[in-house]
């Protein structure tokens, strides 16, 4: 989520040129620094066990690289993109097992052609963290986030953005937890504090609710991950 709290931005959705972003993992993540982030997860797109196998290992140790010379915690991760829905469970639970921290699952966008019915497999596997950009969210996928844990992204990507206040709706009316990301492909995606709180008021979320999006649901988040910040 590029969500930001009293301790920095934290931001849970980024892409470098390992898969369709512009920067490396380790200029992404500086730059990420540099820009006030405390948290930052790198989840290049990817299918099945091949890509993974290829994208994951790099992110493991760029990712590590980072960690140890910057104050900025950087996350491994995936997010698994136009996949048919049978194959998301197990292709998340393998994203784990090789070693992402964090996986995302690209979800029915309205300016994608992405396969119905890839919102509720996303939501019913528990290897899946976050579901992305979720499109015209149903009520029954916003239940079974809220009966999972899984959390919901209001998007700061063009397009992707176009639903956030439907999938800001759904999400509160269901008690599921929402998280803000910047889906960034460039260093000119990256997010800070203002435009966090702009794009979450923009969902028509009311200061409170922001509040509760970037700073308790991204701490919430980084425990399900079993991971904190000094």
């Known amino acids: 989520?590029?969500?930001?709290?009293?301790?920095?931005?934290?931001?849970?959705?980024?892409?470098?040129?390992?898969?369709?972003?512009?920067?490396?993992?380790?200029?992404?993540?500086?730059?990420?620094?540099?820009?006030?982030?405390?948290?930052?997860?790198?989840?290049?797109?990817?299918?099945?066990?091949?890509?993974?196998?290829?994208?994951?290992?790099?992110?493991?140790?760029?990712?590590?690289?980072?960690?140890?010379r910057w104050g900025i915690l950087a996350i491994p991760g995936v997010e698994l993109t136009h996949l048919p829905p049978s194959l998301i469970d197990s292709a998340a639970r393998s994203a784990k097992e090789i070693g992402a921290k964090v996986v995302v699952v690209h979800g029915e966008t309205i300016v994608e052609p992405v396969e119905e019915g890839t919102n509720m497999a996303a939501l019913a596997s528990p290897y899946v963290d976050i579901l992305a950009h979720p499109g015209l969210l149903t009520d029954n996928a916003a239940n079974l986030a809220a009966q999972q844990g899984t959390y919901i992204e209001l998007s700061a990507r063009n397009g992707h953005s176009l639903t956030n206040g439907h999938v800001a709706r759904a999400a509160i009316a269901a008690g599921a937890r929402l998280i803000l990301d910047s889906d960034a492909h460039s260093p000119e995606d990256l997010l800070n504090e203002e435009l966090a709180r702009q794009i979450a008021s923009g969902a028509g979320l009311d200061q409170a609710e922001v509040d509760n999006l970037l700073k308790v649901n991204t701490l919430s988040l980084l425990k399900r991950l079993g991971l904190s910040i000094s």
């Open 1 to 68: 989520m590029g969500i930001m709290s009293n301790l920095g931005v934290f931001d849970f959705h980024t892409h470098t040129f390992l898969s369709d972003g512009v920067l490396s993992p380790v200029e992404l993540i500086r730059r990420a620094y540099v820009n006030g982030y405390k948290v930052i997860a790198v989840t290049d797109h990817v299918g099945g066990a091949a890509t993974q196998e290829q994208i994951i290992p790099i992110l493991v140790a760029e990712c590590a690289l980072a960690s140890s």
